[in-house]
């Protein structure tokens, strides 16, 4: 089971708005309303921003958003802001045995 | 507070075996779904193993199908992953982490343990 694909890097202005894909397969993101992301900051433990493609936990600021197309899914954050700079990682069920699997990570940049 | 705490890592030589615990508090252990989730230094997350809420079902990612073990004492609200034939791809931060649903299996997890270092190496 491969990682799904995220870009490396995305940076922003602070007050502006970003955009981070996570692309895989029918089988993972393609298949299943199951996508969800996480937030870390260096040395600590991930942060639940998104479940569901695009339901918030409660405590998650509404700057985050989550949606999907196809294979496709896609965290926006808006309004960018000085603590939102941090690793994140999506994360899809799949239908092979490995039945989770994560994306490639994208370090967002606040400039 | 709803936490979680990992511990039980540490060094170990390859083909060797290390048990992590993770002790849970602050909710009812018994009702959730469990999950380790473990990350190399400077690497992605990678999806480990889960186990149902009476440990009755267990699932686990093919690079550890055979070596690793994940169980549950819901006396003692701890969560296990027992770990044999360790090799040195298997180093790593090991997270447990509380699956979001409580009574089932969602596609999330919303509380994590702070992680504990494994490192296989001669």
Known sequence: QSALTQPASVSGSPGQSITISCTGTSSDVGGYNYVSWYQQHPGKAPKLMIYDVSKRPSGVSNRFSGSKSGNTASLTISGLQAEDEADYYCSSYTSSSTLYVFGTGTKVTVL | ?122
């Open chain 2, 1 to 122: 507070e709803v936490q979680l705490v990992e511990s039980g890592g540490g060094l170990v030589q390859p083909g060797g075996s290390l048990r992590l615990s993770c002790a849970a508090s602050g909710f009812t252990f018994s009702s959730y779904w469990m999950h380790w989730v473990r990350q190399a230094p400077g690497k992605g997350l990678v999806w480990v193993s889960r186990i149902n809420s009476d440990g009755s079902s267990t699932s686990y990612a093919d690079s550890v199908k055979g070596r690793f073990t994940i169980s549950r004492d819901n006396a003692k609200n701890t969560l296990y992953l027992q770990m044999n034939s360790l090799r040195a791809e298997d180093t790593a931060v090991y997270y447990c982490a509380r699956d979001l649903l409580e009574g089932g299996s969602s596609d999330a997890f919303d509380i994590w343990g702070q992680g504990t270092m494994v490192t296989v190496s001669s």
